[in-house]
């Protein structure tokens, strides 16, 4: 044997320089910081695909009222407007409806329940005042984004929004006039603006939308162009179907598929 060469023990495994010597010896101080950078790039990647290939929403309605809906009830409310949407207007092979939502009491509301009691004079209700505030806030902001322009809204956050004392732009005149969009007032309607949800034909035919409030209004908002008139007027005339298509809607011609 050679001086310079070294005798290699039973079971040992020599390394030789080059690229696999530095391979092991990268692997060997690097190892953990390299498993999390893959681990990373994975969980990008996949997050990434689901983004490109979810499905679109056709149109986004909006929920403001004294409701907490939860997912699944979020999810057949939108069940029933795609069953009765005119059409698949982004050609993606299926009718999507989103579903944007604020639960929002106003003072005499939230002093209505704040109030009530159970049999031994407990309180039954603990209303999260700083939460209520910025979903009240949250809504009005939404609004002005013009992102939805059908509201399905309580009573009395409609009546804030018909009050000419509002110092915000959603007032009576960013509200569509049925007249105007239809041709005529609707049986249902509480004046020349909303329609009692709870009166409408599709709020007795589909059970899954009554996890609204009955009393729940449903209007149409004026178009915010915020983001220019030739980018959202396409979109709005979508909503514009689709408010139609919910206040027409039949028994007689559509089957209630919807639980």
């Known amino acids: 044997m050679k001086k310079n060469e070294e005798k290699i023990e039973g079971g040992e495994i020599a390394v030789s320089g080059g ?34 290939t979810s499905d679109e929403d056709d149109v986004v309605l909006h929920y403001a009222g004294d409701v907490q809906l939860s997912v699944g009830e979020i ?10 949407c005119p059409e698949d ?4 092979g299926t009718k999507n409806i989103g ?35 910025q979903q009240y806030n949250d809504f009005y902001d939404y609004i002005q ?3 939805s322009s059908i509201l399905l809204i309580s009573p009395e956050l409609y009546r804030e929004l018909r009050s000419v004392d509002s110092d915000r732009d959603g007032k009576a005149d960013r509200i569509v006039r049925l007249g105007a969009l239809l041709g005529y007032i609707p049986e249902e309607a509480v004046d020349e ?22 009393d729940t209004l449903i209007c149409l908002l004026e178009p915010n162009w915020k983001g220019g008139k030739n980018s959202k007027e396409k979109y709005y005339n979508r909503e514009k179907q689709i408010f139609t298509a919910i206040l027409e809607y039949s028994s007689d011609t ?3 598929t919807a639980q």
Not at 124 to 131: H, M, P
Not at 201 to 208: F, N, P, Q, R, V
């Open 75 to 84: 999810e057949n409310i939108c069940g029933v407007f795609e069953a009765v």
């Open 99 to 133: 579903l944007m939502t604020h639960r929002v009491l106003l003072e005499d509301k939230i002093v209505a329940l704040e109030k009530e009691t159970d049999s031994e004079g407990h309180k039954v209700n603990s209303i999260d005042r700083t939460f209520n505030t």
């Open 254 to 256: 559509k089957e209630d």
């Open 89 to 92: 207007y982004n050609n993606d």
């Open 145 to 147: 984004t013009g992102e």
């Open 19 to 52: 690229f696999l010597g530095w391979l092991d010896n990268f692997w060997y101080h690097y190892k953990w910081p390299t498993i999390g950078i893959a681990l990373l790039i994975i969980v990008f990647t996949v997050c990434t695909l689901q983004m490109c």
């Open 193 to 214: 603006y909303a329609v009692r949800l709870g009166d409408t034909e599709i709020y007795k035919s589909y059970s899954a939308i009554r996890a609204l409030p009955e």
